[in-house]
């Protein structure tokens, strides 16, 4: 991509996210989550749909219920351990679909420009999103849970 007479070589991408919240509760299921990103050419279809769904499973733990609390005072985890750290399972994730454009980066030897961490940016903001579609509140702390929805 041309940017000012000069090229850019950054990956770039779009998170689309629909949620259902339960009235009663309050509880977010995400219903359909999909990503459509520009990574140059891809060698490897199948590793790089792998690569920005899991990215993108990252990126939800990140909206919904990851959360690491560290004592301001001196700057330490409180933790007590990974038990108290909820990252999403199969159950909480829906089917993801991905898509690229696929046009290699003619400034590159091979065309390629890297999606690592691209499949992760902007999945926050998407949820948060659609949460706010759902329900009219808008969430702005990390991670959505059912006290900030209530």
């Known amino acids: 991509m041309i940017r000012d007479g000069r090229w850019?070589?950054?990956?770039?991408g779009a998170h689309f996210?629909?949620?259902?919240?339960?009235?009663?509760?309050?509880e977010v299921r995400i219903s359909r989550m999909v990503g459509a990103f520009d990574v140059g050419r891809v060698?490897?279809?199948?590793t790089a749909a792998s690569q920005l769904?899991?990215?993108?499973?990252?990126g939800i733990g990140m909206a919904l219920s990851e959360q690491a609390l560290v004592d301001p005072r001196n700057g330490r985890t409180m933790s007590a351990g990974l038990d108290s750290y909820y990252v999403p399972v199969h159950a909480d994730i829906p089917h993801i679909d991905v898509t690229?454009?696929?046009e290699p980066d003619p400034t590159?030897?091979?065309?390629?420009?890297?999606?690592?961490?691209?499949?992760?940016?902007?999945?926050?903001?998407?949820?948060?999103?659609a949460v706010f579609h759902a329900t009219g509140r808008r969430i702005r702390d990390l991670p959505i849970t059912?006290?900030?929805?209530?």
């Open 8 to 12: 850019s070589r950054a990956a770039r």
């Open 17 to 26: 996210c629909e949620v259902r919240v339960d009235a009663d509760t309050g």
């Open 43 to 46: 060698i490897n279809p199948k």
């Open 53 to 58: 769904r899991g990215a993108i499973v990252m």
């Open 100 to 102: 690229w454009i696929g």
């Open 108 to 129: 590159m030897p091979l065309g390629l420009i890297g999606l690592g961490e691209v499949g992760t940016a902007g999945v926050a903001a998407a949820v948060a999103n």
């Open 146 to 150: 059912l006290d900030k929805l209530i």
